[in-house]
């Protein structure tokens, strides 16, 4: 027996030396291996060898073929990896039970579909053979009893790749390890096999190498077409080959980076109109007048720790606020508004194109009606009737469901809580180390610096330094919140995968909204607005704290707003690259050292997809994430763009290295993943519209509160002196007086505070607000330009708010969602779908007639028939 053994061994062994290491075949060279299990044998072996060999019984028995690769012929001498093969029957099943759509006529209607200049973008355009053009052809749901319908060439090449793992998985994950399924519903699944140690993965696999084309012939090398037109960042200016990614990963991948490539697209504009707004600020940069700025006294910033300062200290601090904060500001915020909805209205439409192009459309129904969670059907035991499909199927009790979202609402309004505290942690910080940073810094040696000394000011200091903080408590709750959300979404237990993706994202949007923004809205809304004078100051909780709300930067407080968007966005960048890129290259990396020492053709395909990392089921899901979510690009350049007119552009270098990093660590860090359907990006659609309305009024109120533009067009139109328009005088004007001797005790800075220049005949101080002066009888009072100026604010935000709005609807109105010539396509393929599968019957029944002896037709019914069915697809 052990001779024979080892005469099967040396002949698999000869066998795998012959065999090409792209190889995706079975070992007769004929059989394409559709999918990989992999296991190894443990303590808990025998249950676990129990549970593979009554689920891969069970998978036989449903149709698939099965080949195992002995764990002596792995390169760590451990490894089991199954592969699996799927006939054409199988597929032919199970694409008429999926729906999947396949060509049954060549596409007739012409397409005038072109962009006017096309030749301009040549150079950005790739060859045929990578975007990998196909014939268009008229597409309806595959019916097995109907294939001499469908135009089927070669039954081994008619499913893709992609749709073959898709088909594989879908059985893989409904298939049962136990012997009577009526006994334990709940032991069915690949998931639950892979939770519980019986399979250590399970993945499609890569056609070939990334980095050289396939040497066997019979083997695709789309993936070295992928990395070599695709992955490379200095391909970073070509299109993106959208056919190729969708039929090579599958439709929601594609969708994926299409919506990618076209928000870069549309950053490129938004970016411009920033830079041009910039550029404005720069080139009008106001000239601070020492003349007026060292005569005037400042009262302390906080107590005791701060002394009296001169006005000129803030020059610049001022100049640097004015590149944001100018005439331009207002400009760009109304754009980004009316560019916002260009962005959305125009992605629509490219998405109704793809839909229809990709086969998609009525794509969600099917989601809806045919693919229940496996999770779902086995932990829902009630069943009732389908009135759509009158068949008997698994529901969640209404009071289960009822208690299963009250305990998720709670969970998220908890972790809310929680974020919304450590802000207010932060911003104790902020209060309790500004006075300390005053005292300290007052005579630092970096005060001496010829070029930033005079940059390094307590402000800034305490706000750069409470930004960083504030960005590592984001990762932290982010990290830990992550894992909540999945557990609460499977708690739920959502029907479908849609339905699940979409809980999950609705989760993860509010917590992140309150995670990434709180302090910016902090910032741009509480910050300096709360404070009160001299003699009167606010405090955070009472007076006793000693923490005195937080006056803004001497520049204002956009200057800080932007400070903080640019440190959480550029940190989240940084971080975010080094998650997605370098650490799974090093895990690769090291995964992979020992197989490096391997000859070549023991380092088979499955191999060298295993030691790749795995793309999860959340895989896409974090993605859209990262670009779409709040703390992605998307929010920062429409909720608070009118504090940093710069942030399409970083947003576009952004997205333009996001694009290359995210094909390269698809394409060569992981496995294949499984195929998937969408027709759309999903909830991210409903959210993009939320944040884009959102943004306005952020926006809006940011101009009216956070800069000084209202201000200042108040005094340049209502109170400037004599009688030209001019700006003279604003400084002296913006700033309140107060008597120093009335500044009690508490208040008051210690006198070793104070700078040299400080002396008794200084009797009052200035203060940034708009109040009577000491001696008037409502000394202290806010005068009636504050209330003029509160009163132009809010016209202001009601006025910038409807004029965008109104353009905003006008725009999304004369835009249709889905180009017309889309929509003449779509009836013509379900009028066509109608016509020829009538054809196809009676034609058919007439062969069986001419068959029978019976040549009984009646033309009559079957005219009649065509022309009810033309009717109808014209309604």
Not at 236 to 264: C, D, H, M, S, V
Not at 427 to 453: C, H
């Amino acid at each position: 027996m052990s001779d024979r053994r080892l005469t099967v061994c040396a002949c698999v062994q000869v066998d795998k030396q012959h065999q090409s290491k792209d190889s995706v075949y079975f070992r007769d060279g004929l059989r394409r291996i559709d999918f990989i299990l992999s296991y190894v044998e443990d303590k808990d072996g025998e249950r676990k060898e129990e549970r593979r060999k009554i689920y891969e019984a069970n998978l036989k028995n449903v149709g698939l073929q099965l080949e195992l690769e002995d764990k002596s012929e792995s390169e760590d001498g451990k490894t089991y990896f199954l592969k699996i093969h799927t006939p054409w029957d199988v597929l032919a099943t199970y694409a008429d039970v999926l729906k999947i759509k396949v060509p049954f006529k060549v596409n007739d209607v012409p397409d005038n579909h072109e962009a006017p200049a096309s030749w301009l973008f040549t150079p950005l355009r790739l060859p045929d053979h990578v975007m990998h053009p196909e014939p268009d052809y008229f597409t309806s749901p595959f019916d097995k009893s109907k294939t001499d319908f469908f135009l089927i060439d070669d039954k081994e090449t008619f499913f893709p790749p992609s749709t073959r793992n898709r088909i594989v998985y879908y059985i893989l994950s409904r298939c049962t390890y136990n012997k009577d399924d009526k006994l334990n519903k709940d032991k069915r699944g690949i998931k639950r096999l892979l939770n519980n140690g019986t399979y250590t993965s399970a993945f499609p696999l890569h056609d070939c190498r990334y980095w050289t084309r396939s040497r066997d012939s019979s083997c695709e090398s789309e993936r070295y077409s992928l990395y070599r037109y695709w992955a490379r960042f200095l391909r970073f200016y070509k299109e993106q080959p959208l056919n190729l990614i969708r039929r090579y990963y599958g439709e929601k991948i594609g969708i994926y980076f299409a919506w990618l490539g076209f928000y870069t697209e549309m950053l490129f504009y938004a970016a411009v109109v920033g830079l041009a707004c910039f550029i404005y600020g720069a080139a009008t940069k106001e000239i601070c007048d020492e003349n007026i700025g060292g005569n005037i006294v400042m009262c302390p910033l906080c107590d005791k720790k701060c002394g009296y300062w001169k006005l000129n200290s803030t020059c610049n601090s001022t100049w640097q606020s004015h590149l944001f904060d100018n005439t331009a500001t207002v400009f760009f915020a109304i754009f980004m508004g009316i560019w916002v909805t260009l962005f959305l209205e125009f992605w629509k439409r490219r998405q109704a194109r793809l839909e229809y192009e990709w086969d998609l459309v009525d794509f969600e129904e099917e989601q809806q009606r045919l693919q229940l969670r496996p999770e779902y059907e086995t932990k829902c035991t009630s069943k009732r009737l389908n009135r759509v499909t009158q068949e008997m199927e698994p529901y969640l009790p209404v009071t289960s469901k009822l208690a299963r979202s009250c305990l998720s609402g709670a969970t998220v309004l908890f972790w809310i809580s929680l974020i919304i505290a450590s802000i207010i942690g932060v911003i104790a910080y902020r209060l309790a180390v500004f006075a300390a940073l005053a005292s300290f810094m007052k005579d630092s040696p970096t005060n001496k610096l010829e070029v930033v000394g005079s940059l390094i000011t307590p402000q800034l200091a305490t706000s750069v330094t409470a930004s960083c903080i504030n960005f590592i408590i984001i990762m932290i709750l982010n990290f830990l919140y992550e894992r909540v959300a999945i557990w609460i979404t499977d708690m739920e237990i959502p029907k479908t995968h849609v339905e699940y993706e979409n809980k999950l994202t609705v989760k993860m949007f509010l917590f992140q909204f309150v995670n990434y923004y709180s302090s910016c809205f902090y910032v741009a809304f509480f910050k300096g607005k709360f404070v009160g004078y001299p003699g009167k100051y606010a405090y955070m909780f009472n007076e006793w704290s000693g923490l005195r709300n937080e006056e803004c930067d001497p520049g204002g407080c956009l200057i800080e707003l932007t400070t903080q968007l640019v440190i959480v966005m550029a940190g989240k960048q940084v971080w975010g690259n080094i998650q997605e890129a370098l650490v799974p290259w090093l895990q690769n990396w090291w995964k992979s050292r020992s197989a490096r020492s391997h000859p070549e053709s023991l380092y088979s395909r499955w191999e060298q997809d295993y030691d790749l990392q795995n793309f999860s089921q959340f895989g896409l899901f974090y993605e859209y994430l990262e670009m779409g979510k709040i703390e992605g690009a998307f929010g920062f350049i429409t909720l608070f763009v009118a504090s940093f007119p710069l942030a399409p552009l970083l947003a576009l270098m952004n997205n333009i290295l996001e694009v290359r990093v995210d094909a390269w660590k698809l394409t060569t860090q992981f496995r294949r993943p499984v195929a998937a359907k969408a027709h759309s990006i999903g909830a991210w659609d409903e959210i993009l519209n939320m944040i884009a309305i959102f943004s306005v009024v952020t926006n809006a109120f940011i101009v009216a509160f956070t800069s000084d533009m209202i201000p200042r067009l108040v005094y340049l139109y209502a109170y400037h002196p004599g009688t030209e328009l001019t700006m003279k005088g604003y400084i002296n004007n913006s700033l309140s007086i107060f008597n120093i001797s009335e500044i009690p005790f508490k208040n008051s800075p210690d006198p070793s505070e104070n700078p040299p220049w400080f002396s008794s005949s200084v009797t009052t101080c200035r203060y940034r607000d708009y109040r009577y002066p000491p001696g008037h009888e409502h000394e202290y009072s806010h005068t009636m330009q504050f209330w003029h100026i509160l009163a132009a604010k809010m016209a202001f935000i009601i006025i910038m708010e409807h004029v965008v709005f109104v353009v905003k609807f006008f725009v999304a109105w004369i835009i249709p969602d889905v180009p017309s010539d889309v929509k003449a396509r779509v009836k013509r393929e379900r009028y066509l779908i109608q016509e020829y599968l009538h054809n196809y019957e009676v034609e058919k029944l007439k062969l069986q007639l001419s068959q029978s002896g019976d040549q009984c037709i009646c033309p009559e019914i079957a005219s009649t028939v065509k022309h009810e069915v033309l009717s109808e697809c014209l309604t």
